[in-house]
């Protein structure tokens, strides 16, 4: 395990400690447990759908696994399977995890920069395939994030909306890859339950936490 990962893994710890009560959204889900994913299952799915997974992300799912995360967690390896089938029913039966995923260093760009300028608008690009991409997470309903497996956006988090498939970089003002977009969840979280978790609002109810990649879609 990489000094990183195990830095990581040490903040998952005091996570799970800390919201004990389960206030963080989703938790309530994965309870802040996970489970590692053993390298020949991986090598397997791998060479099933002729692809490499990226390396952060490997690393991650050997080390930490799936389950905790943000929102509903990651997913196992058979829910990204079902999920991205599912995808690929609704945009091209031809899409393939192995062919080349059409987003491009361009399109980050650009969208990231019109949220940069007017951050109250939502910007997106409407995926048109799913190749080369893996849904890794889901913030329930529609919404979820997938991974990049190959191109210009090799490693990188997007968000998606599986009603119309409109999407855009996971951070919305910044580019993630796996680890950073990881990390900071388990930052925010620890930043939220750093103050008083419990806040009474004027109808007496308790308020609830909204991170910051609550308000992808609105």
């Known amino acids: ?67 905790a995360g943000p929102d509903y967690g990651i997913f196992t390896l058979s829910q990204m399977k079902k999920e991205y089938e599912e995808w690929v029913d609704c945009l091209d039966e031809n899409s393939r995890l192995s062919n080349q995923c059409d987003l491009k260093n361009n399109d980050a760009i650009e ?12 910007h997106y ?29 090799h490693g990188k988090i997007w968000s ?12 919305m003002i910044v580019e993630f890859g796996f680890l950073d977009w990881y990390e900071n969840w388990v930052d925010q979280c620890i930043s939220k339950l750093g103050t008083p978790i419990r806040e009474t609002a004027e109808n007496g109810a308790e308020k609830k936490y909204k991170l910051w990649w609550k308000r992808i879609f609105s």
């Open 125 to 153: 690009r409407r995926l048109k395939n799913a190749n080369g991409i893996l849904p890794i997470h889901t913030e329930g309903c529609t919404y979820y994030c997938y991974i990049i497996l190959n191109g210009e956006q």
């Open 1 to 67: 395990m990489t000094e990183r990962l195990k830095a990581i893994s040490n903040k998952l710890t005091h996570l799970k400690m800390t919201d004990r009560n389960l206030q963080i959204f989703g938790a309530v889900s994965h309870k802040y447990k996970s489970e590692k994913i053993p390298r020949t299952e991986l090598e397997m799915f791998e060479s099933k759908y002729k692809i490499k997974l990226p390396s952060e992300f490997k690393d991650f799912l050997l080390h930490i696994g799936s389950g």
């Open 111 to 122: 969208l990231i920069q019109k949220k940069q300028n007017a951050p109250k608008e939502f």
């Open 160 to 171: 998606a909306d599986s009603n119309e498939f409109d999407t855009l970089p996971a951070g």
